[in-house]
């Protein structure tokens, strides 16, 4: 699998991720190796097998809707590169 | 024998039957810190002030006679993608460079219940994506029985605490093998339970559906101490297993005569180590004097793991990942023109290359077009790996092999190869996918005097077993005990 400039671009702008012209270099390069490899799935036959995500038998989790103590907002705030009263601040959302 | 040196239960009994104290203890572990640590570089956050304040608690609990918890007065060290209240958790990522968890993860607030110390958080490959910690944003942590190899990763830093003997035991992660595979590669012992055996709450996200709090120490029956405290149902974690939590070191001495070995034939073939070879065949020797049967099997989709996992736990990686966009913590670029590029700039200054390769990739994996072709397939063959290991276990009791292909490689030698680093892995991986349990123990050491690990694999929520089956071993042997001779700069 060959992955080219362009859809390197694509792939980083979903990730927000913004690269260099010399990242964009090195990681066409090396995601197409990967990819290469990753290939090697496609030799399986997987027609009548289900996929599996959790290893245990997980079904919904449920509890009572009781109210409980959670981390106060001082806590919350605290780690914020910006805020203003009780609310993360960011830059403008809507033009 | 120095008092560091000792294991986490010698030291118990000591403190308890007043023999030392606690403070003493810390002060010696931490003298022995500061002369070493320079050359190793385990720790990104060193915890001295709050250890020693926790020091003189417990040492006055015992004076009054007070009870005291199941690890009282142990240091332990925490990886530091692991979160700890009001202490630095970084994930040894730039973009968590400032970040202090307003809460402790339930692993860490069950080591504080029982009154183990924290002496600090350990480097890692940053969040937790690597086999070496070279992809570490702050150090490179050196494995002590060689400085010029890596210790293993992604929990190296916890790997190399122990072997070093700045902690009697630590706490590591893993998602792909990145407690066993640096536990094999230092000497010492790791265990990564069944998946849901033990909380993730606080733990930093990376691959949810394979990662797992496991255990670091320097022998068998203090990794059955370690997992005994951090096991058990927790209700923030919804994967976490409501299955009751066996008294570990109960008859851990039970010997294994009948035991069915599996070896499955896929992981001996191939290039493969000589020395890591030998080891594995003399202690298969050991087993089978010891009454074990060793029995062929086969586990056919082994070679697809590698290729499954980077799909799974990058498509994973790449959704947890999100959250970090300089909104609530962490990074955030300055004077962005707008949101998007708020997000873009925090990103791309915050995260390492590894981290953007890992997050693109699983974007790709996901993406409209491409998600039937890559997650999908991908989970699909999860299945038949899954698969593999319930037909065998129905022939055998547990399987071993080798945790690493090879031993300790030299730093730098494999980082610029994405490829390359992910195939190290190749024999702790399916473990994760199939969400079985697993060990790993020193087994014996290469020509140049490396460690070499040996990994035992069993049915899930068997741990208990495996950790009997793991004692039969090193009780055995002396490879657990072997300490490394550090050759260091500063005295």
Request: with cysteine; aromatic share 8%.
């Amino acid at each position: 699998m060959k992955i080219d400039k362009e859809e390197i671009e694509y792939i980083a702008n979903l990730s927000r991720i913004r690269l260099t012209e010399q990242e964009r270099e090195l990681f066409v390069h090396q995601l197409s190796s990967i990819l290469s490899y990753i290939e090697k799935l496609n030799t399986l036959d997987t027609e009548n097998v289900k996929p599996m995500a959790y290893t245990n038998k997980v079904s919904n989790v449920f509890r009572e809707d009781e109210l409980e103590p959670s981390i106060s907002l001082p806590d919350v705030l605290i780690n914020a590169p910006a805020t203003k009263g009780c609310f993360f601040k960011v830059p403008k959302v809507i033009e | 024998m120095r008092l560091f040196e000792f294991t986490a239960l010698q030291i118990k009994n000591k403190i308890l039957s007043k023999e030392i104290s606690v403070s003493d203890f810390i002060k010696n572990v931490f003298d022995r810190i500061k002369r070493v640590e320079p050359n190793i570089q385990a720790f990104i956050t060193i915890n001295e002030e709050e250890a020693i304040k926790k020091a003189i608690e417990i040492d006055r609990k015992i004076e009054n006679k007070e009870n005291v918890g199941l690890l009282a007065g142990l240091p332990i060290a925490v990886k530091d993608n692991i979160c700890t209240k009001n202490l630095y958790t970084t994930c040894a990522s730039k973009i968590l460079k400032t970040f202090i968890p307003p809460y402790d993860a339930f692993v860490v607030k069950r080591l504080r219940e029982e009154d183990a110390i924290i002496v600090g958080k350990t480097n890692l490959d940053e969040f937790a994506m690597g086999s070496s910690t070279e992809n570490s944003s702050y150090k490179i942590t050196r494995n002590p029985w060689n400085l010029e190899c890596v210790p293993g990763g992604s929990s190296g830093g916890s790997a190399a605490a122990v072997a070093a003997d700045f902690s009697l035991m630590a706490l590591g992660s893993e998602t792909g093998g990145s407690v066993r595979q640096p536990a094999a590669l230092c000497g010492v012992v790791g265990i990564k339970p069944t998946y849901g055996r033990v909380s993730r709450y606080g733990l930093v996200a990376f691959g949810s559906s394979l990662d797992q709090v496991g255990t670091v120490s320097k022998d068998v029956r203090d990794a059955a101490l370690l997992l005994g405290v951090i096991a058990g149902y927790d209700l923030h974690d919804s994967t976490s297993a409501n299955v009751p939590v066996p008294d570990y070191l109960d008859r851990i001495d039970s010997g294994i005569d009948g035991l069915r070995i599996g070896i499955p034939k896929e992981y001996f073939t191939g290039s493969f180590n000589a020395d890591v070879n030998k080891a594995l065949k003399d202690a298969l020797k050991i087993y089978e004097r010891l009454g074990a049967q060793v029995v062929d099997i086969s586990l056919p989709h082994t070679e697809y793991a590698v290729a499954v996992y980077y799909i799974v736990a990058n498509a994973e990686a790449s959704s947890n990942l999100a959250r970090y966009d300089g909104v609530r913590y962490g990074h955030r670029t300055s004077k962005p023109s707008g949101i998007i590029d708020m997000y873009c700039r925090t990103r791309s200054e915050g995260f390492g290359n590894e981290v953007k390769r890992r997050i693109m990739l699983g974007n790709y994996a996901l993406s409209s077009g491409y998600y039937d072709a890559y997650y999908l397939k991908a989970s699909k063959v999860r299945n038949l790996i899954k698969n593999d290991f319930d037909a065998a276990f129905e022939k055998v009791d547990c399987i071993i092999c080798p945790t690493s292909p090879v031993p300790a490689f030299k730093i730098g030698e494999r980082a610029n190869n994405p490829l390359e680093m992910y195939l190290s892995d190749i024999y702790t991986i399916p473990a994760n996918l199939a969400g079985i349990p697993g060990i790993s123990i020193p087994c014996g050491f290469s020509e140049e005097g490396l460690p070499i690990g040996m990994q035992i694999l069993g049915k899930h929520f068997e741990e208990k077993k495996l950790l009997q089956i793991a004692y039969a071993f090193e009780r055995e042997t002396d490879f657990h005990v072997k300490k490394p001779v550090l050759k260091i700069s500063s005295m």
